[in-house]
């Protein structure tokens, strides 16, 4: 089941992305990239929400559903 988590990007004054997200307590990621990014903390993201079912600490996420919106970042 797929779950939607809100990620805060922001561009560093060193070149590279932080994300982090009030969802998932730890999660603090950066990345070259807005992309590379994303990715990291998804993997994050997965791996601290296994850690805290078990040590029985619940994140409440939503689900997603059948429509959504989705921001798509593009380069112009």
Do not use: W
């Not at 939607?4 to 730890?26: C, D, M, R």
């Amino acid at each position: 089941m797929e779950r939607i988590l809100n990620i805060h990007i922001e561009k560093l004054p060193e070149g590279v992305y932080l994300a982090t997200s009030e969802s998932v307590q730890g999660l603090v990621v950066q990345g070259r990239t807005v992309i590379e990014t994303i990715e990291i903390a998804r993997d994050v993201a997965k791996k601290l929400i296994e850690a805290q079912k078990d040590r029985e600490i619940v994140t409440e996420l939503p689900i997603v559903s059948e429509i959504f919106d989705y921001p798509l970042i593009i380069g112009a």
